[in-house]
């Protein structure tokens, strides 16, 4: 059904993007053969020039490929400052889909009579994004929904911005060998590729929503099954307003956004072993209470979770007890734990520099920012400059995989925590999400949780 129902005018996009496939590869690939030649000769790099030649060889793209070079720059270990810097500000959306095109992927997902299924949908996008575009409908049993409907051909597109993410990380190892982003690939590939399967996405919101059952703080869309597909997704409509629309809100509203937030990503991880590992604040809406103030979150797209064995969740608590109590023998075996390997006493000092700033806050027993005098966009920056720069000595450190959306996360957080002027006890708020933590209470609660919500449980 979905070749016949393929149009000429969508043959010719797809031939296009495939022209723009090769050549961006071959533009990503000179930048490479540059990069490697002045290194080679032993002249000096403008790293600064070279980003934005890498930005302007990608800003050609959109979909998929946008969404990898934007999630580079939000994991502090993958790329110079200067690349992330260019990357990020590159646009991630693609050019949504018509009405036309729209009934074309309905009818490919529900049948010839896909309409009927709905009260009311819209065939305007309400928003869209790297793999798809949202469209509000209304359920017969009158319900507000939000129908996510993924792009056609996204797997082959996916997989042609992967070979595209093996460049740019090639490139980057011509340029830096601090640090080993094997893992780091792995990892974005595996997230990447998970984001296509909106039967997995669906499972992860049964699960979260199991979760955060009964929270006043924390709302999750509910899946309707019979509505969705492994290309479509439907699910109930929360009505929110964006975060940054509480930057000049009350302290004490922003002070509870906030709250929520900690709540929202730190009491999964240390009670189910699973994350939220896209910190984009498109991700959360804030609910309001009948004054018009922030009374809770919603907790949005689940297309990238990342769940972990239970041993990982116990590396952070571990890590975390090792800097309290000043316990070098715990601070070292949490990094093992992580996969971490062939670690003397100076890199474990190197890799102490970054975990200490991560964890600084949640260390301090007292109400304050989570940083201060930190632009939202630098946070975290100057301290990996640092360990960079210390690596490019004792190093390379291979970052082990599990560690890459954890890390991205725990930033993206802080950031968001800087944007609202937050300020909290986070010493305290994490001493009472782990106070129970406990090894074969994580592994019991997985094991009954995630099969029956359709979650593989980690390996």
């Known amino acids: 059904m979905g070749t016949s129902l393929v149009s000429d005018d969508e043959e010719n996009r797809l031939t296009a993007r495939a022209a723009r496939y ?22 000096e790099r403008d790293d600064s020039r070279m980003a934005g030649e890498l930005a302007a060889a990608l800003g050609g793209l ?34 949504p889909m018509g009405a036309a095109f729209v009934r074309r992927r309905m009818i490919a997902e529900l049948g010839p009579e896909w309409a009927k299924r709905f009260a009311t ?33 996204m797997q082959s597109a996916v997989e042609a911005d ?58 999750v869309p509910e899946v309707v099954a019979e509505l969705s597909t ?12 964006p975060v940054l629309a509480f930057k000049d809100a009350s302290l004490e509203g922003r002070n509870r956004i906030a709250r929520a937030m900690f709540q929202a990503w730190w009491f999964p991880f240390s009670h189910f072993g699973v994350i939220h590992g896209d910190p984009h604040l498109g991700n ?29 969740a116990g590396g952070v608590v571990d890590l975390y007890r090792g800097f309290l109590d000043n316990d070098r023998a715990r601070v070292v075996h949490a990094y093992e734990t992580w996969g971490f390997a062939n670690l003397s006493n100076e890199l474990i000092d190197i890799l102490n520099v970054w975990a200490r700033f991560i964890y600084g806050p949640l260390l301090d027993d007292r109400e304050r920012k989570i ?28 970052v082990p995989r599990e560690f890459v959306f954890m890390d991205r996360a725990a930033i993206g957080l802080g950031g968001v925590f800087l944007h609202l002027g937050a300020r909290a006890n986070w010493y305290r708020l994490f ?16 094991q009954a949780l995630f099969p029956a919500a359709g979650v593989p449980l980690p390996l």
């Open 284 to 312: 959360y809406t804030v609910r309001l209470d009948a004054d018009g103030a922030p009374a809770g979150l919603n907790l949005l797209d689940y297309g990238c979770i990342r769940t972990f064995p239970p041993k990982f």
């Open 162 to 219: 992967l070979t595209q993410l093996k460049l740019v990380f090639a490139l980057h190892a011509r340029m830096d060998g601090a640090i080993d982003t094997a893992g780091i690939a792995q990892e974005i590939s595996a997230r990447l590729r998970e984001e296509l399967d909106y039967v997995l996405e669906a499972a992860h919101m049964k699960l979260y929503g199991e979760i955060f059952r009964g929270s006043d703080a924390i709302r």
């Open 230 to 241: 492994k290309r479509l997704l439907t699910m109930t409509w929360l009505e929110g307003q």
């Open 22 to 43: 090769m050549r961006v590869g071959g533009n990503v690939g000179a930048i490479a053969a540059k990069a490697a030649g002045q290194r080679l000769f032993g002249l």
């Open 371 to 398: 940083a201060e005098d930190v632009p939202p966009g630098e946070y975290g920056r100057r301290e990996i400059a640092h360990v960079h720069r210390a690596l490019k000595e004792k190093g390379p450190v291979r």
């Open 431 to 446: 001493n009472e999400t782990i106070a129970d933590f406990d090894l074969e209470t994580v592994t019991a609660r997985q």
């Open 62 to 95: 959109k979909g998929p490929i946008m969404k990898v070079a934007q999630l580079l720059s939000t994991i502090p270990e993958a790329l110079p400052k200067e690349y992330a810097a260019e990357l990020s500000q590159l646009q991630s959306q693609a050019p």
């Open 121 to 153: 949908f819209a065939p305007e996008a309400a928003a869209s994004a790297s793999l798809g575009q949202v469209h509000r409908a209304t359920g017969h049993d009158g319900r507000a929904l939000a129908v996510k409907l993924q792009y056609p051909d």
